[in-house]
């Protein structure tokens, strides 16, 4: 199974500063990297495919980088909108797994 | 629109079993991927089964294989998930989520999620 381990766990920024999450495989992946913010109460929201794709809607200040195990979600400029959990998730190999999270939160 | 709408869930003792559904509109369902994906109350996401466009192939989680079973009906833009020999940590709210296409398994949209919990 392959792990994905995100950092940090928590991130405590302003908005309107920028924001590099981490997530790092235990094996390579390719670029079958997903990235998903998730607010309270709400269903995961895909935001980045395969390590560098913005999905439909995505505002480009998310931008993903990276492949093979490291992999950078930045958020170039904090929105109060965007102060939630993230997650990356990879498609490479079964079972699909997921990283424990990243909450990014208001400093 | 795409929207997925999951059902079913509810509190079940521990052994029980439940069925839940997702009924898929706004995109054409037997050509995409579908999967069921869990998160434990406070916890993380957890991929829990998937199930190609056809139906004829079928992903399990070490967690769930033999007691989860995964099933579509293309007529009825429905995905199921049964569920049995249920235990407390698969409390959890259940989202269904699909893929782009068949054999891609990015979620790209994710149902609102149905709440199972087991407990006597």
């Known amino acids: 199974e392959i792990m994905l381990t995100q950092s940090p766990v928590i991130l405590s920024l302003s908005p309107g500063e920028r924001a590099t999450l981490s997530c790092r495989a235990s094996?390579?992946?390719?670029?079958?990297l997903a990235w998903f913010q998730q607010k309270p109460g709400q269903a995961p929201r895909l935001l980045i495919y395969?390590?560098?794709n913005r999905a439909t809607g995505i505002p480009a200040r998310f931008s993903g980088s990276g492949s093979g195990t490291d992999f950078t979600l930045t958020i170039s400029s904090l929105e109060p909108e965007d102060f939630a959990v993230y997650y990356c998730?990879?498609?490479?190999?079964?079972?699909?797994?997921f990283g424990g999270g990243t909450k990014v939160e208001i400093k | 629109e795409v929207q997925l709408l999951e059902s079913g869930g509810g509190l079940v003792q521990p052994g029980g079993s439940l069925r839940l559904s997702c009924a898929a509109s706004?995109?054409?369902?037997?050509?995409?991927?579908m999967s069921w994906v869990r998160q434990a109350p406070g916890k993380g996401l957890e991929w829990v089964s998937s199930?190609?466009?056809?139906?004829?192939?079928?992903y399990y989680a070490d967690s769930v294989k033999g007691r989860f079973t995964i099933s579509r009906d293309n007529s009825e833009n429905t995905l199921y998930l049964q569920m049995s020999s249920l235990r407390g940590e698969d409390t959890a709210i259940y989202y269904c989520?699909?893929?782009?296409?068949?054999?891609?398994?990015?979620?790209?949209?994710w149902g609102q999620g149905t709440l199972v919990t087991v407990s006597s």
């Open positions: 989520a699909k893929g782009p296409y068949n054999g891609n398994y990015n979620f790209d949209y």
């Open positions: 094996q390579s992946v390719n670029s079958y």
């Open positions: 199930i190609t466009g056809s139906g004829g192939t079928t």
């Open positions: 706004g995109f054409t369902f037997s050509t995409c991927a």
């Open positions: 998730q990879q498609r490479s190999k079964w079972p699909l797994t």
């Open positions: 395969d390590a560098s």
